[in-house]
Each structure stands twice: as C-alpha cells, then as structure tokens.
C-alpha cells in the first residue's frame, strides 16, 4: 500500500517500512511500525500525524532519544541498546523500541509522544 505520509509499507502485524535514523553517531535502518490488527484497518489519522511530527523534528526527538537512553543507562548506553523499530500505536503515541544487549529477554522503549520516558517493553507492552 502507498499511503501519502508513510509512503510504501507492506502488511505483516502492522503496517511496515524502512527508516534511517541516527543515535550516537551511528546510521541504522530500522522498521518503521504503524500498528493496527488487521490489514482492512489501514493506518489512522494520528499516526499519519504522529509520523508527520516525527519527521519533522526528527533531530529533537533523536537528540531526546540519546538523553533518555543515557539517564537510563549512563555510557553503556551506546553499546548496550539497538533501536529495531519506530512504533506507532493506533492513538498517536509513538516510541523506538529497542534490543538491550544486558538482558536479552526484555528491550526497552524510548517512549516519545505523549510522554517521553524509557520503560521496558513487558510494562509498555
């Protein structure tokens, strides 16, 4: 499906794509997630805008990202998490989920929208 805002995405779980994005100097593609149960559901209008507010102060919102992963995890934190995937729930609220390397069963989420905060993903998710 080509949608005006995310542009290409494929229907796996949720609507998918691409992204680059950069966190401590370093470039990795990572998966773009607008969530939604079945593939009939589409994507919403505020995850178009949420994605829309993303792209638009992606650096802040990166930089934001950096700062929190830091609080949480002083200067392992470069080494200890991997984003995998920019997820947009149904409502609007978004955040980047990540691997963490020191305990392989939970990652963590940098949540952005509405509140930004880090959690693990068992409590966020």
């Known amino acids: 499906m080509k949608n005006s805002v995310f542009g290409e995405m494929t229907f796996n779980t949720g609507w998918k794509s691409l992204v680059n994005i950069k966190l401590f100097d370093k470039s990795t593609k990572i998966t773009v997630k607008a969530k939604a149960y079945f593939e009939k559901d589409g994507i919403t209008s505020e995850q178009e805008a949420a994605f829309s507010d993303f792209n638009k102060n992606k650096e802040q919102r990166l930089k934001n990202t950096e700062l929190l992963l830091s609080d949480y995890a ?40 509405p509140e930004e905060k880090v959690l693990t993903q068992d409590d966020y998710l």
């Open 74 to 113: 002083g200067d392992i934190a470069v080494s200890r998490f991997e984003p995998r995937t920019l997820l947009f729930e149904r409502d609007g609220s978004y955040g980047i989920l990540f691997d963490d390397h020191q305990d392989e069963d939970n990652g963590i989420i940098v949540c952005l929208i």
